[in-house]
């Protein structure tokens, strides 16, 4: 299998030790056995665009061992920072989450769960946006494809002016095998993970998901370095990431969804205060259509911004959530946007 594997800071072919190739300190134990801590470096080659059981793993890991997964975008490695719409429409839509895995991680079996530490996520300097005639929140709106490509600094994007984004990098899928057999399209998300796009999934998170399937064959990618709560028109800023877990079996617990302990949140912008747009309708859906309508409408209106661009910034800034579900016969949704991403303005 492809995959560099480093025991106490030897690599496994002998070779000398790249930056990579980092000693771990500490031994895990199983039952009266001892197991040294790895650190295991997976390449983008080694991908797929489908769940399913039968896919032979790229690596074996032990349980406590560090997994460093080099991801792709969310099109498979077809669009680049000099692409443009053409490029985007003639893509081949088979390819969109190919995600790296899948990792076996030894001891895992069906009713244990993983416990996936995310210890860090790095963007690699661009990504991009897209709309796509027929999905996101507002298909009836916006019927023609649209390719926003953004230049990502360290912390920041400043390409889609006057917005000052900060970036926050996660990966939008996380999972394992899915419990039935496969193939599976990777868009659904499920009880084993996947395509969650959670945002709050960056380092610092641990998360847990039910196992399935012996070995429970991990794998990742989709990666975002920014989105909303709600990615509304389809996308939040896609690009090339890399990404470091710790990967664990739990034989103590017992899930049926995934579960996650979350860090404290850490600002890179000053607290400004938010807008706020606000709508009640029969179901959420509804009421979430009517919030992005507004905040695209305020956008367009208070920054000049056009309809495409305003949709993308929601995609990227707006957070979505569930204000009520109990007064009946209407739910209301909020969606803030943080008067910090335009500074000049606030």
């Not at 996936?116 to 897209?130: D, N, Y």
């Not at 360290?154 to 899928?173: N, T």
Request: net charge negative.
């Amino acid at each position: 299998m492809m995959e560099t594997v480093i025991n106490h800071g030897r690599p496994s072919n002998g070779a000398a030790v790249s930056q990579f190739q980092r000693s771990t300190p500490y031994n895990r134990i199983v039952g009266s056995i001892p197991h040294p801590m790895s650190l295991h470096c997976v390449p983008n080659t080694r991908t797929h665009d489908r769940w399913d059981a039968r896919l032979p793993p790229v690596a074996e890991v032990n349980s406590g061992d560090t997994v460093i997964l080099d991801c792709l975008d969310s099109s498979g490695a077809q669009l680049s920072p000099t692409s443009t719409v053409a490029d985007f429409v003639a893509m081949d839509r088979n390819k969109i989450h190919t995600i790296t895995g899948p990792v076996f991680v030894r001891d895992a079996e069906p009713g244990d769960v993983l416990q996936i530490e995310i210890r860090r996520i790095e963007h690699r300097g661009w990504g991009w946006t897209s709309i796509i005639p027929g999905l996101g929140s507002l298909p009836e709106r916006f019927t023609e494809p649209h390719l926003f490509l953004w230049k990502l600094e360290k912390d920041f994007s400043y390409s889609l002016a006057p917005a000052r984004l900060p970036l926050a990098p996660f990966l939008g899928i996380v999972g394992v095998a899915p419990e039935a057999p496969g193939p599976h399209r990777t868009r659904p998300p499920g009880p084993f993970g996947g395509n969650l796009d959670v945002k709050d999934l960056q380092p610092g998170t641990t998360l847990y998901l039910p196992v399935f399937h012996t070995g429970a064959l991990f794998s990742a990618g989709d990666g975002h370095a920014a989105q909303g709560d709600g990615e509304v028109c389809i996308n939040g800023i896609e690009g090339p990431m890399e990404a470091e877990f710790r990967l664990t079996v739990r034989k103590d617990m017992r899930l049926d969804e995934p579960f996650a302990e979350l860090p404290p949140r850490v600002s890179k912008v000053a607290d400004l205060g938010s807008w706020a747009f606000i709508a009640s309708a029969p179901d959420a859906l509804s009421a979430a259509k009517n919030v992005v309508h507004h905040a695209i409408d305020f956008l367009m209106d208070r920054f000049s911004l056009s309809p495409q661009l305003a949709y993308t910034v929601c995609s990227v800034a707006l957070d979505l959530r569930l204000s009520q579900i109990v007064n009946q016969p209407q739910i209301t949704v909020t969606g803030t946007l943080a008067k910090g991403l335009f500074p000049k303005a606030s």
